[in-house]
């Protein structure tokens, strides 16, 4: 079993869907947990880190449910600019090593 | 002024030959890492280096050589390069020991090897 596993997609949505990306992870000491956005032949960037509580920035929400080892990102109102690959990440602090989730793909159509 | 630079950018070479790949971060981290990124997108941890130190060896053959000459800097040598090692690489830097240990990228060595 991967450490980090997603749903590869890809997603097809027109503009302004909603969309919900999951994301497993496999060892119940990580402690950090990331969403990245990629875009095509560029570098991941951080989208949000993924709090216990929740949290959330402007279209973007996330979550963490640490029982069920599960992280999800939901997108509202989407824009063609969100066309992406989106990158599930967890850390054990003091593990020195960020393993990502294979990516889930996303296009927005107008 | 960027974070994390690697060079080069793109790199065409021979099956057989030696090749090196630099990374460098101006963040003031204390980790930095390797990571692979294939055909599939999937991106794998190759190694970690924390203050020059390597930390993480993610069983990567001997034909890869990380250094660390000080804790701004880690270069990539791969000898004997093969037809599978084609792949993006990512150089990366974080600062571990705080909550959310961020992992910042350079942009990234597309290596085609042929």
């Known amino acids: 079993r991967k450490e980090v596993e997603q749903d590869p997609g890809p997603f097809n949505v027109p503009e302004g869907a909603t969309v919900a990306f999951n994301c497993t992870y496999s060892n119940s000491a990580s402690q950090s947990f990331f969403w990245y956005r990629q875009d095509c032949r560029k570098e991941p960037k951080l989208l949000m880190s993924v709090y216990s509580s929740g949290n959330e920035d402007g279209r973007f929400t996330a979550q963490l449910n640490r029982a069920s080892q599960y992280i999800s990102l939901l997108i509202r109102d989407s824009k063609l600019s969100d066309s992406a690959t989106y990158l599930c990440a967890v850390n054990k602090a003091g593990g020195f090593k960020t393993i990502f989730g294979a990516g889930t793909r996303l296009f927005v159509k107008a | 002024d960027t974070a994390v630079s690697q060079t080069p950018k793109y790199l065409v070479t021979q099956m057989g030959n030696d090749k090196s790949i630099k990374c460098e971060q101006n963040?003031?981290?204390?980790?930095m890492y390797w990571y692979k990124q294939d055909s599939k997108k999937f991106l794998k941890i190759m190694f970690s280096y924390n203050n020059k130190e390597l930390i993480i060896n993610e069983t990567v053959p001997n034909r890869f050589s990380p250094k660390s000459p000080d804790k701004a800097h880690l270069n990539l040598h791969i000898n004997s390069l093969e037809l599978g090692d084609s792949a993006v690489y990512f150089c990366a830097s974080s600062q571990e020991g705080v909550r959310d240990t961020e992992a910042f990228f350079g942009q990234g060595t597309r290596l085609t090897v042929v």
């Open positions: 963040l003031g981290h204390d980790t």
